[in-house]
């Protein structure tokens, strides 16, 4: 993508990557489909939406997300801020649990929900 990008604007490109758009195209066509970004983007909005929306994490500090671009779903459980060995015990579990799966986790800290 990035090689795209620099094309565009007349910058030099990555090495070792091909330097015809057509084929660059194709390439990034592939790797999106592959690795399924529409559907963690989607995720990604998602979860901004509930977040938003949500008042129940209003004394949480750490964040424990759990995409599933596939499925279309979020999963966010909140955790205070003297929580993080908890929070980080649960992010470890969850990781082997979604091993090997189109699933994603990520355990993230902020002040406030906005700041998210």
């Known amino acids: 993508m990035s090689s795209a990008m620099a094309i565009s604007e ?4 990555l090495p070792n990557t091909p330097y015809d758009i057509e084929t660059l195209r194709e390439e990034i066509s592939h790797l999106s489909k592959k690795l399924d970004v529409e559907g963690h983007l989607t995720a990604f909005q998602k979860t901004i939406t ?3 929306g949500s008042r129940s994490f209003n004394k949480s500090h ?3 997300l759990e995409l599933s671009p596939s499925e279309g779903t979020v999963k966010v459980t909140g955790y205070k801020q003297t929580q ?8 470890m579990t969850l990781e082997k649990r ?3 799966q189109n699933k994603n986790a990520v355990l993230v800290s902020a002040d406030s929900v906005d700041a998210l």
């Open 98 to 100: 979604i091993a090997n």
């Open 50 to 52: 509930v977040l938003d």
């Open 84 to 91: 993080l060995a908890i929070a980080s015990s649960d992010y």
């Open 10 to 13: 007349g910058k030099p490109i």
């Open 62 to 64: 750490y964040f424990l």
